[in-house]
């Protein structure tokens, strides 16, 4: 599959982001905020185009696996919720104790 709609919704909402911390700097300066409103357009443009192109619909949790895809972490976030292999719960379910330290 392909990264596009991960990395349209990313920057489309980091760019939303910065269009506030835009805004509120250019207000602060008393000058309008043109380019921050700019920003925001753009940011949800690319919101939407990364909604047209995703297979599934967006949720809150889109971001957070979207990052973890992009970033290099597991390739399905929160859909494995067996252990990893060597994590010592495979002797807990056999019954074994753990030696003391």
Known sequence: MSNWPDLLLLGGVALCVISVIAAVIQLLQTQP??????????GIVLLFAGAYYSPEPFKPQSILSAWQRISG???AAGTDTAPAEGTGAEEAEDGAEAPAN
């Open 73 to 75: 972490g597991d390739g």
């Open 33 to 42: 905020p043109r380019g921050a409103a700019i920003t925001l357009v753009i």
